[in-house]
């Protein structure tokens, strides 16, 4: 089961390193907010990138990942999720 992230009408943004065992690097990035001019349609956006070394040669687990939503209300209390 996979949940989407839904998009907030804050502005906000999160920028997230960690570094571990075994060459392990992850970066994620996250922003999400209104889209300028539009007050009823959110969005969110993230991007994330991982990479690990293994005790084997040339054995690597690269890995990235993309994500955007959209979500607009309508006037009648309605949305479209996208």
């Known amino acids: 089961n996979m949940i989407s992230k839904q998009p907030k009408e804050r502005e906000s943004y999160k920028l997230q390193l960690n570094v571990g065992d075994y060459g392990t690097r992850r970066a994620t990035f996250e922003a999400t907010g209104r889209i300028p001019g539009s007050p009823r349609t959110?969005?969110?956006?993230t991007a994330s990138y991982y990479e690990r070394d293994f005790d084997i040669d040339y054995a690597l687990n690269?890995?990235?990942?993309?994500?955007?939503?959209?979500?607009?209300?309508?006037?009648d209390g309605s949305s479209l999720f996208l």
């Open 62 to 75: 690269r890995n990235q990942e993309y994500y955007l939503a959209l979500k607009h209300k309508f006037k």
């Open 42 to 45: 959110s969005y969110i956006l």
